[in-house]
């Protein structure tokens, strides 16, 4: 149980396109997803906070204009990266909150590989 | 604020060697605390939690044991495999934050 979906798992696209990544929980409904940003080698950098019905919370720094947060259901959020320039080529990973009783836990996806020529 | 602090990697081993991946923190209140690995190109996988003070959390040959007396919970594993070559964070949780370690990259060699 507990299963998070990513797609697509890697993208290449150009310089000024967008990208739409989807992040899917297969078998339980999330009311939150985080949206994570992984340079290489090191941690995971939040930058935003989805919540099903609302508007994401961003972290600081992030743009949101830049980077789109739709929360359309419990099961779908996506990540919309809109005019996306080389520097913004990263692994984007997203993941579930389950609330438990007196603490959550949060399953990751597999993350997506973005590169932008 | 609260913080998690991991050793440093990478760690290299040898297979069937005794692996310990320290991980300290602070926080106020009742953080619940997770190990979460990362093999190579995928995303973190949950690997093990503990959410009260003395409890263990195991899996897989992995366990951890959260101390609330010395705010640790270390990771430990009696014989490792090539297979755990990974990258292991530790994780609180608390006040709905998240809060990542930087990670510790284990490499094992057969």
């Known amino acids: 149980g507990a299963v998070v979906s990513q797609h697509p798992s890697w993208v290449i696209c150009k310089s000024g396109t967008s990208v739409k990544i989807e992040c899917r929980s297969l078998?339980?409904?999330?009311?939150?997803m985080f949206w994570y940003r992984q340079f290489p080698k090191q941690s995971l950098m939040l930058m935003a906070t989805?919540?099903?019905?609302?508007?994401?919370?961003?972290e600081q720094g992030v743009e949101k204009d830049k980077f789109l947060i739709n929360h359309a259901s419990l099961t779908l959020s996506t990540l919309t990266v809109t005019s996306a320039h080389p520097e913004d080529s990263s692994f984007y990973i997203c993941?579930?909150?389950?609330?438990?009783?007196?603490?959550?836990?949060?399953?990751f996806g597999p993350g997506t590989r973005l590169t932008v020529t | 604020g609260d913080s998690v602090t991991q050793m440093e990697g990478p760690v290299t081993l040898s297979e069937e060697a005794f692996l310990t991946i320290n991980c300290t923190y602070t926080?106020?209140?009742?953080?619940?605390l997770f190990w979460y690995v990362q093999y190579p190109g995928e995303g973190l996988q949950l690997l093990l939690k503990?959410?009260?003070?003395?409890d263990k959390g195991s899996n897989k040959g992995f366990e951890a044991t959260y101390r609330k007396e010395t705010t640790s919970f270390h990771l430990e594993k009696g014989s490792v495999q090539v297979s755990d070559s990974a990258v292991y964070f530790c994780?609180?949780?608390?006040?709905?934050?998240?809060?990542f370690g930087a990670g510790t990259r284990l490499f094992v060699k057969a």
């Open positions: 993941s579930a909150r389950i609330d438990r009783d007196y603490s959550y836990e949060q399953y």
């Open positions: 078998d339980f409904q999330a009311t939150t």
């Open positions: 989805s919540n099903e019905g609302s508007k994401a919370t961003y």
């Open positions: 926080a106020t209140g009742y953080p619940s």
């Open positions: 503990a959410t009260k003070a003395d």
């Open positions: 994780v609180l949780t608390g006040g709905f934050k998240t809060i």
